[in-house]
């Protein structure tokens, strides 16, 4: 499905009403604590017997207390109203889009299947022209065929096309209004969201300053990167250093500000929150995101601790580029291969120094062959556990996030670079989501699954009908012989995921045009580029990956170490086919193939 006639994006505006409710009640409660205990201090002001100099002291001191209460109470109040409207406005008008876009599915499948019509009719109408009979019949000559019969089956082909056409033009005509339907609810939402943004833009001349508040409106209502770009563009240098330096969180996530912004943002961010001991898993999340900063070369290009379940960021790794705060430099700049990695079960910033590492050498292996790469590791998302890896909440969550992020990294990168996504187990499940939802491609041209816990064939959205389609992209999976997780997580489903989604249990390689290739161990063609004479003394050693995981762990929890050549690590079989299908755009074995298992084990 593409964008709307009027170019609004078609997608679910994602949206709790009550989480919303909830809010706006817990802020009233807020304020009417306030208020009490703006109360409570006027009555020591006026009221506190005693005399002294200690009484007086307390009698000022309350009455200035109280004061001070009096803006944070009028704030609450604002914060409180503006919730209430906007929550009342996208239950009205995102909900209501949110239904129309079934409508417009359903117009837009009922005109494919009307113009199909038309073809079927004027292809039976030509076929009809052609006949011996109708020359016949047409030139005035006679047929064995009567008149009154030719003539009548000239009318009812010349009338399936009539026929066909007018139902084709309705059905345009339903298209329309589908859309008129759809864009009106659309824009009513976005007017409310844009007021709701410029409201909390002005909520308190403390909180966002008069000189800022146009600007960081303009940017919160921005509907796409290239529209968020062409707004930051328009700025002068001191304003977007001002309103970066004053609003760091909001600038170091905000798909399409150039990334040079947001890693200086973000940096700034980890380093301030890093001054704060916030206890576990928090801490461990901030030293490991430090560690790759300091030691490592990566560099954060979003960053989000503590909305979430547990702490999200993606880290961006360029051989030769690191953060120098003395300027601003693209680090995508001269980009010709551009990789994102997405972990999957149990997966979490604690264990970015593995990934971090398998980024590196991503960026190795395209050096290899005289490319420049740059290696994203994605962890933005809460990633299941034992219990909620059969479901697909968290998979939908996560492949919103993806496709927000993806949208921007496709603005961001060099036009010619060619994207690679790689999902290991759940990661897989959530990136071919993603992907497959997308109207576009979103910019990524392989797909690469490796351990995949398994896909869904629903596309995002409330339309249960909606398909994933990968057009545009290649497919690409593996998953190794001793892998036993990654096939029972194409088993697992959940009742009320079930319900709704179905299970995530189709295999990629399974899909149209999908390229399987080997983790099982095997050799390669030897440097010089020939084939080997003899498996086991020439080219060179892939080895197989041990179970389910991506680095040191096997079939154990993540963390665990001794079973090298995980799905990622280099060195394995799987790796060496990642890196040649970025390069290339084949991998270097494939089952039954030249470096296969079956093709050197004897």
């Given at each position: 499905m593409t964008?709307?006639?009027?170019?609004?994006?078609?997608?679910?505006i994602a949206y709790d009403v009550g989480q919303m409710n909830t809010l706006h009640e817990r802020l009233t409660k807020a304020k009417e604590a306030v208020e009490q205990m703006q109360l409570v201090?006027?009555?020591l002001t006026g009221h506190l017997e005693g005399s002294g100099a200690a009484i007086d002291r307390v009698r000022s001191s309350a009455g200035d207390v109280a004061a001070a209460l009096e803006k944070p109470s009028d704030r609450i109040e604002r914060l409180s109203g503006i919730v209430l409207r906007y929550g009342t406005a996208v239950e009205a008008h995102g909900g209501?889009?949110?239904?129309?876009?079934?409508?417009?599915?359903?117009?837009?499948?009922?005109?494919?299947t009307a113009v199909a019509e038309v073809g079927t009719?004027?292809?039976?109408l030509g076929a009809w022209t052609r006949s011996d009979d109708y020359r016949a019949w047409s030139a005035g000559e006679e047929t064995e065929t009567s008149t009154s019969t030719l003539l009548s089956r000239d009318d009812r082909f010349r009338e399936g096309v009539t026929t066909a056409q007018g139902t084709r033009d309705r059905a345009a005509e339903d298209l329309a209004d589908a859309w008129t339907a759809w864009e009106r609810e659309f824009e009513a939402w976005d007017d409310a969201y844009a007021r709701a943004v410029a409201s909390l833009a002005r909520v308190d001349s403390g909180y966002i300053s008069t000189a800022d508040a146009p600007s960081l409106a303009a940017l919160a209502d921005a509907d796409s990167p290239e529209e968020v770009a062409a707004i930051w563009d328009s700025m002068s240098e001191a304003e977007r250093a001002r309103i970066a330096a004053s609003y760091p969180e909001f600038i170091g996530n905000l798909e399409?500000?150039?990334?040079?912004y947001r890693i200086a943002a973000?940096?700034?961010v980890l380093e301030e929150t890093s001054k704060t001991s916030w206890g576990e898993p928090r801490d461990g999340e901030i030293e490991a995101l430090l560690s790759e900063l300091k030691d490592h070369g990566g560099v954060p290009i979003s960053l989000n601790l503590f909305d979430k379940n547990q702490g999200t960021a993606a880290m961006l790794y360029v051989d030769g580029f690191s953060y120098d705060r003395s300027r601003l430099v693209d680090p995508l700049t001269g980009i010709t291969n551009v990789s994102v990695l997405l972990g999957g079960m149990l997966t979490e910033l604690r264990h970015l120094r593995d990934w971090g590492a398998t980024a590196s050498d991503v960026n190795k292996g395209v050096a290899r062959d005289g490319g420049t790469g740059a290696a994203i590791v994605w962890f933005g998302y809460d990633t299941p556990n034992y219990e909620t890896v059969g479901g697909m909440d968290l998979a939908v969550a996560g492949a919103e996030s993806l496709t927000s992020f993806l949208r921007g990294l496709d603005h961001e990168a060099p036009g010619d670079a060619v994207t690679t996504v790689i999902g290991h187990s759940y990661g897989s499940t959530t990136a071919f989501l993603a992907v497959g939802s997308a109207y576009d491609n979103l910019g990524v041209d392989n797909l690469i699954a490796v351990g995949s816990a398994g896909l869904t064939d629903r596309a995002l959205g409330e339309d249960p009908d909606a398909r994933v389609?990968?057009?545009g992209t290649n497919i690409y999976a593996?998953?190794?012989?001793?892998?036993?997780?990654?096939r029972k997580g194409r088993w697992a489903s959940d009742g009320l995921n079930l319900i709704r989604w179905g299970t995530h249990s189709i295999d990629p390689g399974s899909i149209d045009g999908a390229t399987s290739f080997d983790s099982n161990g095997g050799y390669g063609p030897n440097l010089d580029g020939s084939q080997p004479t003899s498996a086991r003394h020439d080219g060179t050693p892939l080895l197989q990956t041990p179970g389910h995981g991506t680095h040191d762990e096997g079939d154990w929890s993540i963390g665990t170490t001794g079973y090298p050549e995980g799905y990622l690590q280099d060195g394995s079989e799987s790796f060496a086919n990642i890196i040649e299908i970025i390069n290339t755009g084949d991998p270097l074995t494939t089952p039954g193939g030249y470096g296969s298992d079956d093709w050197w084990l004897w």
């Open positions: 964008t709307s006639p009027r170019g609004y994006p078609f997608e679910t201090l006027n009555n209501k889009a949110n239904q129309l876009m079934a409508d417009v599915s359903a117009a837009q499948t009922a005109l494919s009719a004027e292809d039976e399409g500000i150039p990334y040079e973000n940096v700034a389609d990968y057009a593996s998953t190794s012989p001793e892998d036993m997780w990654a």
